[in-house]
Structure formats: C-alpha cells, structure tokens
C-alpha cells in the first residue's frame, strides 16, 4: 500500500526557514520524479517545484525560485522542500506527489488532477 507523509510545517515569524520532508513507502521511490504543491485559504492548489528521479534536475515557479529549494535522498526515500526568507504569503498546506508517470520532463505541465500519491499535507504558517 502506498503511504506518503509530509512533514516539517509549524508557525514561523516572516524571515525565518523551515525544511519540509515528503517520505514515502510501498512503492519504488527512486524511479519517479516529485513534486511539491502548495494550497491556501481560498486559492487552487500551486505547483512550486518538481525534481528528476536522481535528483540531478530541479524546476521552480517563479513565486519561490531563490527562496526555496528541492532535494531528494533515494536511501531515505523522501524529498525536501527547504524553505528560506518566509513570507507571509507563504502561508499554506503543503504537498507532495507524483507526477503522471513519474516523468520529470513533463511535471511543471501537467496539471494537478494528472497528479499521483498525494499526502495529506503539512501546514505552514507565517506571521508578519
């Protein structure tokens, strides 16, 4: 059975960085690229950045591009969203998933609904 489980959220003050880990299990981790999205109060759900299944690859949206940056550990079969100079309008679940077919190449495209093994999320909160 497939379990992914995002972690790493909690309340910070504007400036401060968190690091939000995406682990997964029941499945073959290192053969598929991931992605983590966000979702606020009221808005559509956001992609921020994906990475290649080695890692070697990463692509960002320009909203979090310098700010925030995507690791992967394929030994601990989880991803990292490390997260720097918080803004308020950070502020959000967070998530993980996998995007269709695992395809790194066409992760930034695809759109959300395409999208596989989503968590549950974990929720950051920034305060001004």
């Known amino acids: 059975q497939v379990q992914v489980v995002e972690s790493g959220g909690g309340l910070v003050q504007a400036g401060a960085s968190l690091r939000l880990s995406c682990a997964a299990s029941?499945?073959?981790?290192?053969?598929?690229?991931r992605t983590w999205f966000r979702q606020a109060p009221g808005k559509e759900r956001e992609f921020l950045a994906t990475?290649?299944?080695?890692?070697?690859?990463?692509y960002y949206a320009d909203s979090v591009k310098g700010r925030f940056t995507i690791s992967r550990d394929n030994a601990k079969n989880t991803v990292y969203l490390q997260m720097n100079n918080l803004k308020p309008e950070d502020t959000a679940v967070y998530y993980c998933?996998?995007?269709?077919?695992?395809?790194?190449?066409?992760?930034?495209?695809?759109?959300?609904?395409?999208?596989?093994?989503w968590g549950q999320g974990t929720q950051v909160t920034v305060s001004s």
């Open positions: 998933a996998v995007p269709p077919g695992g395809d790194f190449t066409i992760a930034m495209y695809a759109p959300e609904n395409s999208y596989d093994c």
């Open positions: 029941g499945q073959t981790f290192s053969d598929r690229a």
């Open positions: 990475i290649s299944r080695s890692g070697a690859s990463t």
